[in-house]
C-alpha cells in the first residue's frame, strides 16, 4: 500500500520535470522504530544529488520497503509527503509504518536424510549456526546458512552438491498462535561422496625442466583424500607462490563415477627464469618515509628447485641529510622438508643509512622459518628468525649528557657492534582485506633475545656486544561502520613494547644514556605512529632521536570511501579522521599517565592498487614536553602558535596501519 500527499505552490508537474533542489530530506515512524535512521538514509539516493529526482524518490520507497520486508517486517509500508516550493526547494519525508516482524517458528533442513551421522553433528552441533528458531526472520542470516550448508558438504567429499533458493513459508491463519510467523526450508541436492584421485600435470614448454615434486609439495590435497573444494582452491593458490609458474589451474581431468574418484590436471606456462627490472620505490623506514629508486635481479628457478633469489640495489631519501643506500640479496624458499606449512626466508644485505645526527653501516645476515599453523588453532602463523648484524655507527653532532648538558662524545665518533639476535613471532589474524581492511582482527606477540650469542665471540674481534631482551605486542581491530564494510570502517590500534638491557654495552659505560642502535630501539612520532609529531620527534627525554626502550601507542581512525558507488577517479577518494595517543619513554620505570601524549587530525587518501596514497595533517592536541611560549593543550594555544608549533603534516604511501 502507498499513499502520498503532496502541498504545492506550483504546478505539480513542476517537480518531475523542472529541475529543484532538494532542501530536506526527512524520516518519520508511525508506531515503532526499530533500526537507526542512519542504516535507512544510507540506502537512498533522494538527497544525494543537489536537485530532486523523482525516479529515484519513487525507487526509494521501494527500497526503504525492502529493507523492511528483508529484516522479517513483511507487512511493513512507506507513505510519503512532499512540500515543494521554488524558492526554498523540496522537502520529502518518508513517513514508515513497520507493523510486526515475523518470528521463524520452524527451520527444516531437507535432502540431508542419508547423510552419515558424523556428517550431521558437524553441520548441527552447538554453535556451529547462527540461525535458529524464535528469532525475526532475516534474510541476510537465512542466505548465510544456506552457504553455510552447502560449503561444508562441498568441502567434505559432496563435490557436485547443491542449495536450492530457500523457501519460506508464511502462514495464513485466525489462530494468534500462527500469526506472525514463518517456516524456513532448506533444500539440498547430495549426489555422490567424492574422494580424490589422481593429478596428471601439465605445464607448458617446461624449458626448464620443473621437478614435479616441486609442484605436487604445494598441493594442499592427497590422492585418495575425500574431496574438498576449499582445498583445491588454497592448492591453487600455493601454487602461485612457485614464481616460475604462470598462471597454475588445478582443474578437474575426468570423473570415475563407480569408484567415486574425481582426478585433476595442473595445467601452468613458464615464466622466463630470469628477470631485470627497475623499481620506482617509496615506504615508511622508521616512520620515516623514503623515496627513490632501485634494481633488482630475480632468479626464479634458482639452482633448479622452486626457489626465488633476488638482488636488490636502491637508493632512498628522505631529504638531503637522511637518505638509505640498500644492496640486499635473499632467497625465498616456498616450502621446507617437503611441507608446503614452513617457509623459510634468507636475507643478506648492507645498508648504509644517514639520518639528521649519525651515520650507520648495517652488514646483516637474517634467517627466517615460518609456520602455518592449522586453522583450528587460534594462532594462524609462527615465525622464528635469526638475525646476525654488524653495525658501524658514527656521530655527526655532539652527543651530551642528560644531567650536565656537556658533550659527552663528539662529532666523528665512531664504534662497533656485533650483534645476534634470536626473535620469535606468533600472530592471529582474521582480517578480511589488506589493502582496506573492513572487519577482523589482529595480534602479535613478538619476543627477541640478543647477546647471549654475539658475547662468545666479542673477545676475538674488536667489537661492542649488546645484550637485552625485547617485546611488544600489538593489536588490531576493524569494524564496519556501513552496511558496504569497504565504504566506513572504524580502525583500532594499540602497541606496547619495552626493552630490558641486562648489560650495557662495552664502549658505552661512560653515557648516562643505555645506547642501542636504531635498528633495535623503539621510536615515535610520524606517518605510522602519533601524527602529531615528525617521525623520532616524540618522547619524555632528551635523546628520543636515538630511541627508549618502553613505548605505548595506539590510534582510533574513521576511514570512510564516499564515492564508492562513483564511476572515474573520484571512485578512490578517501578521507579519514584519526585520534592517536601514547609516548617513548626513556624505561619502563618512567612511565607516568600524565605523559602520554595526544594527537588529533584529518587526513586523505587515494586508494591504488599499490595501497592507499595518503596525506594527514596531525595537531598535538595534548604536548606532554611543548614548545617554549606554548601551552600543553592544543585549544590554550594562540592560533600563530598552534600552526608554528602544534602541527605536523604527514605523507606516506600504504595504511597507517
Given at each position: 500500500?502507498?499513499?502520498?500527499?503532496?502541498?504545492?505552490?506550483?504546478?505539480?508537474?513542476?517537480?518531475?520535470?523542472?529541475?529543484?533542489?532538494?532542501?530536506?530530506?526527512?524520516?518519520?515512524?508511525?508506531?515503532?522504530?526499530?533500526?537507526?535512521?542512519?542504516?535507512?538514509?544510507?540506502?537512498?539516493?533522494?538527497?544525494?544529488?543537489?536537485?530532486?529526482?523523482y525516479?529515484?524518490?519513487?525507487?526509494?520507497?521501494?527500497?526503504?520497503?525492502?529493507?523492511?520486508?528483508?529484516?522479517?517486517y513483511?507487512?511493513?509500508?512507506?507513505?510519503?509527503?512532499?512540500?515543494v516550493?521554488?524558492?526554498?526547494?523540496?522537502?520529502?519525508?518518508?513517513?514508515?509504518?513497520?507493523?510486526?516482524?515475523f518470528?521463524?517458528?520452524?527451520?527444516?533442513?531437507?535432502?540431508?536424510?542419508?547423510?552419515?551421522?558424523?556428517?550431521?553433528?558437524?553441520?548441527?552441533?552447538?554453535?556451529?549456526?547462527d540461525?535458529?528458531?524464535?528469532?525475526?526472520?532475516?534474510?541476510?542470516?537465512?542466505?548465510?546458512?544456506?552457504?553455510?550448508?552447502?560449503?561444508?558438504?562441498?568441502?567434505?567429499?559432496?563435490?557436485?552438491?547443491?542449495?536450492?533458493?530457500?523457501?519460506?513459508?508464511r502462514?495464513?491463519?485466525?489462530n494468534?498462535?500462527?500469526?506472525?510467523?514463518?517456516?524456513?526450508?532448506?533444500?539440498?541436492?547430495?549426489?555422490?561422496?567424492?574422494?580424490?584421485?589422481?593429478?596428471?600435470?601439465?605445464?607448458n614448454?617446461?624449458?626448464?625442466?620443473?621437478?614435479?615434486?616441486?609442484?605436487?609439495?604445494?598441493?594442499?590435497?592427497?590422492?585418495?583424500?575425500?574431496?574438498?573444494?576449499?582445498?583445491?582452491?588454497?592448492?591453487?593458490?600455493?601454487?602461485?607462490?612457485i614464481?616460475?609458474?604462470?598462471?597454475?589451474?588445478?582443474?578437474?581431468?575426468?570423473?570415475?563415477?563407480v569408484?567415486?574418484?574425481i582426478?585433476?590436471?595442473?595445467?601452468?606456462?613458464?615464466?622466463?627464469?630470469?628477470?631485470?627490472?627497475?623499481e620506482?620505490?617509496?615506504?615508511?623506514?622508521?616512520?620515516?618515509?623514503?623515496?627513490g629508486?632501485?634494481?633488482?635481479?630475480?632468479?626464479?628457478?634458482?639452482?633448479?628447485n622452486?626457489?626465488?633469489f633476488t638482488?636488490?640495489?636502491?637508493?632512498?631519501?628522505?631529504?638531503?641529510?637522511?637518505?638509505?643506500?640498500?644492496?640486499?640479496?635473499?632467497?625465498?624458499?616456498?616450502?621446507?622438508?617437503?611441507?608446503?606449512?614452513?617457509?623459510?626466508?634468507?636475507?643478506?644485505?648492507?645498508?648504509?643509512?644517514s639520518l639528521?645526527?649519525?651515520?650507520?653501516?648495517?652488514?646483516?645476515?637474517?634467517?627466517?622459518?615460518?609456520?602455518?599453523?592449522?586453522?583450528?588453532?587460534?594462532?594462524?602463523?609462527?615465525?622464528l628468525?635469526?638475525?646476525?648484524?654488524?653495525?658501524r655507527?658514527?656521530?655527526?653532532?655532539?652527543?651530551?649528557?642528560?644531567?650536565?648538558?656537556?658533550?659527552?662524545?663528539?662529532?666523528?665518533?665512531?664504534?662497533?657492534?656485533?650483534?645476534?639476535?634470536?626473535?620469535?613471532?606468533?600472530?592471529?589474524?582474521?582480517?578480511?582485506?589488506?589493502?582496506?581492511?573492513?572487519?577482523g582482527?589482529?595480534q602479535?606477540?613478538?619476543?627477541?633475545?640478543?647477546g647471549?650469542?654475539?658475547?662468545?665471540?666479542?673477545?676475538?674481534?674488536?667489537?661492542?656486544?649488546?645484550?637485552?631482551?625485547?617485546?611488544?605486542?600489538?593489536?588490531?581491530?576493524?569494524?564496519?561502520?556501513?552496511?558496504?564494510?569497504?565504504?566506513?570502517?572504524?580502525?583500532?590500534?594499540?602497541?606496547?613494547?619495552?626493552?630490558?638491557?641486562?648489560?650495557e654495552?662495552?664502549?658505552m659505560?661512560?653515557?648516562?644514556?643505555?645506547?642501542?642502535?636504531?635498528?633495535?630501539?623503539?621510536i615515535?612520532?610520524?606517518?605510522?605512529?602519533?601524527?602529531?609529531?615528525?617521525?623520532?620527534?616524540?618522547?619524555?627525554?632528551?635523546?628520543?632521536?636515538?630511541?627508549?626502550?618502553?613505548?605505548?601507542?595506539?590510534?582510533?581512525?574513521h576511514?570512510?570511501?564516499?564515492?564508492?558507488?562513483?564511476?572515474?577517479?573520484?571512485?578512490?577518494?578517501?578521507?579519514?579522521?584519526?585520534?592517536d595517543?601514547?609516548?617513548?619513554?626513556?624505561?619502563?620505570?618512567?612511565?607516568?599517565?600524565?605523559?602520554?601524549?595526544?594527537?588529533?587530525?584529518?587526513?586523505?587518501?587515494y586508494?591504488?592498487?599499490?595501497?592507499?596514497?595518503?596525506?594527514?595533517?596531525?595537531?598535538?592536541?595534548?604536548?606532554?614536553?611543548?614548545?617554549?611560549?606554548?601551552?600543553?593543550?592544543?585549544?590554550?594555544?594562540?592560533?600563530?602558535?598552534?600552526?608554528?608549533?602544534?602541527?605536523?603534516?604527514?605523507?606516506?604511501?600504504?595504511?597507517?596501519?
Amino acid at each position: 500500500m502507498l499513499t502520498s500527499s503532496f502541498l504545492f505552490s506550483q504546478e505539480e508537474d513542476d517537480i518531475i520535470t523542472q529541475k529543484i533542489k532538494v532542501n530536506d530530506v526527512d524520516l518519520s515512524f508511525n508506531g515503532t522504530e526499530s533500526f537507526d535512521k542512519n542504516e535507512i538514509t544510507a540506502i537512498i539516493k533522494t538527497g544525494n544529488s543537489e536537485f530532486f529526482n523523482y525516479e529515484d524518490f519513487l525507487m526509494d520507497i521501494k527500497r526503504i520497503e525492502k529493507f523492511y520486508f528483508d529484516n522479517g517486517y513483511f507487512d511493513a509500508f512507506v507513505d510519503t509527503s512532499l512540500s515543494v516550493d521554488s524558492k526554498s526547494g523540496v522537502n520529502v519525508k518518508f513517513i514508515i509504518s513497520e507493523k510486526k516482524p515475523f518470528i521463524i517458528q520452524k527451520i527444516n533442513y531437507l535432502g540431508l536424510e542419508n547423510l552419515p551421522d558424523n556428517y550431521r553433528k558437524e553441520i548441527f552441533g552447538e554453535n556451529k549456526s547462527d540461525l535458529s528458531e524464535n528469532e525475526i526472520y532475516n534474510k541476510n542470516n537465512i542466505n548465510a546458512e544456506n552457504v553455510r550448508v552447502a560449503k561444508y558438504l562441498q568441502n567434505n567429499g559432496y563435490a557436485f552438491s547443491f542449495a536450492n533458493p530457500p523457501e519460506i513459508v508464511r502462514y495464513q491463519s485466525q489462530n494468534p498462535d500462527l500469526a506472525q510467523k514463518v517456516i524456513v526450508n532448506f533444500n539440498y541436492t547430495l549426489g555422490n561422496n567424492y574422494r580424490c584421485g589422481k593429478t596428471k600435470i601439465n605445464i607448458n614448454n617446461n624449458r626448464y625442466n620443473l621437478k614435479l615434486e616441486d609442484i605436487i609439495d604445494e598441493l594442499e590435497y592427497a590422492e585418495n583424500d575425500i574431496y574438498s573444494k576449499e582445498k583445491i582452491v588454497l592448492s591453487e593458490n600455493r601454487l602461485n607462490r612457485i614464481a616460475i609458474l604462470e598462471n597454475p589451474r588445478v582443474l578437474v581431468s575426468d570423473i570415475d563415477t563407480v569408484g567415486n574418484i574425481i582426478n585433476f590436471t595442473i595445467n601452468s606456462s613458464i615464466r622466463n627464469k630470469y628477470e631485470l627490472q627497475p623499481e620506482l620505490l617509496g615506504y615508511d623506514i622508521d616512520n620515516l618515509f623514503f623515496a627513490g629508486l632501485g634494481l633488482s635481479f630475480s632468479d626464479r628457478y634458482f639452482l633448479r628447485n622452486a626457489r626465488t633469489f633476488t638482488s636488490k640495489l636502491r637508493a632512498l631519501a628522505n631529504s638531503v641529510d637522511q637518505y638509505r643506500l640498500e644492496f640486499i640479496m635473499e632467497l625465498q624458499q616456498p616450502h621446507i622438508f617437503r611441507n608446503n606449512k614452513i617457509t623459510g626466508n634468507w636475507n643478506m644485505s648492507y645498508v648504509l643509512y644517514s639520518l639528521n645526527e649519525f651515520r650507520v653501516g648495517i652488514a646483516k645476515n637474517k634467517f627466517t622459518i615460518n609456520y602455518e599453523l592449522p586453522k583450528h588453532t587460534y594462532f594462524n602463523n609462527l615465525a622464528l628468525d635469526w638475525k646476525i648484524s654488524n653495525e658501524r655507527f658514527v656521530l655527526k653532532v655532539p652527543l651530551t649528557d642528560t644531567a650536565s648538558g656537556t658533550a659527552v662524545l663528539e662529532p666523528g665518533f665512531f664504534t662497533n657492534f656485533l650483534n645476534s639476535a634470536l626473535g620469535l613471532s606468533v600472530v592471529h589474524t582474521s582480517i578480511d582485506n589488506f589493502q582496506f581492511p573492513a572487519r577482523g582482527f589482529y595480534q602479535l606477540y613478538f619476543l627477541e633475545e640478543c647477546g647471549l650469542l654475539s658475547s662468545l665471540v666479542k673477545k676475538i674481534f674488536s667489537v661492542s656486544t649488546i645484550n637485552y631482551i625485547k617485546f611488544s605486542f600489538l593489536n588490531k581491530l576493524y569494524l564496519p561502520v556501513t552496511s558496504n564494510p569497504q565504504k566506513s570502517v572504524l580502525a583500532s590500534k594499540f602497541m606496547i613494547g619495552d626493552i630490558y638491557q641486562y648489560r650495557e654495552s662495552d664502549n658505552m659505560q661512560e653515557l648516562t644514556i643505555n645506547f642501542l642502535p636504531l635498528d633495535y630501539k623503539f621510536i615515535a612520532g610520524g606517518s605510522t605512529s602519533v601524527r602529531g609529531w615528525g617521525a623520532r620527534k616524540l618522547g619524555t627525554f632528551p635523546e628520543k632521536d636515538f630511541g627508549g626502550n618502553f613505548i605505548i601507542e595506539g590510534s582510533i581512525e574513521h576511514r570512510t570511501r564516499p564515492f564508492l558507488d562513483k564511476k572515474g577517479l573520484i571512485k578512490d577518494l578517501g578521507f579519514v579522521t584519526f585520534f592517536d595517543y601514547g609516548n617513548l619513554w626513556k624505561e619502563a620505570k618512567n612511565f607516568t599517565i600524565n605523559s602520554i601524549a595526544l594527537a588529533i587530525g584529518a587526513g586523505l587518501r587515494y586508494y591504488t592498487i599499490v595501497g592507499p596514497i595518503r596525506f594527514d595533517l596531525g595537531f598535538k592536541l595534548y604536548d606532554y614536553d611543548p614548545s617554549p611560549g606554548t601551552a600543553k593543550w592544543l585549544f590554550k594555544n594562540r592560533a600563530a602558535d598552534i600552526f608554528s608549533n602544534k602541527l605536523a603534516f604527514q605523507f606516506g604511501i600504504g595504511n597507517t596501519f
